[in-house]
């Protein structure tokens, strides 16, 4: 079974950075589809940034010009790396990646326990 997990969140003022990971505790045979999803206290989960394995990436209007989704294939890493950090931006991140983790198994979807980013003004 694949786990994914998140690092990175934490306390940060308005303007700053902070760079989100997320490691897969064992190795993947093959990544389809890599995201980052953010939910905020009373809000509905909303999609952040996602990475196809083409390359092709999506932004969500808000954070266009200020977060970059990449990925390490060696260390089998997703990375959100956000800038200019606005208090709207507080929410607990998820990651999500859709992969076949061996090839004799099918191509499944797996999410991350969520790491919280606060930023204060």
């Known amino acids: 079974q694949l786990q994914l997990v998140e690092s990175g969140g934490g306390l940060v003022q308005a303007g700053g950075s902070l760079r989100l990971s997320c490691t897969a505790s064992?190795?993947?045979?093959?990544?389809?589809?890599m995201a980052w999803y953010r939910q905020a206290p009373g809000e509905q989960r909303e999609l952040v940034a996602s990475l196809t394995s083409g390359g092709v990436t999506n932004y969500a209007d808000s954070v266009k010009g200020r977060f970059t989704i990449s990925r390490d294939n060696a260390k089998n890493v997703v990375y959100l790396l956000m800038n200019s950090l606005k208090p709207e931006d507080t929410a607990v991140y998820y990651c999500?990646?859709?992969?076949?983790?061996?090839?004799?198994?099918?191509?499944?979807?797996?999410w991350g326990q969520g790491t919280q980013v606060t930023v204060s003004s």
């Open positions: 064992t190795s993947i045979f093959s990544i389809s589809f």
């Open positions: 999500n990646i859709e992969a076949r983790v061996r090839s004799s198994w099918p191509r499944m979807e797996y």
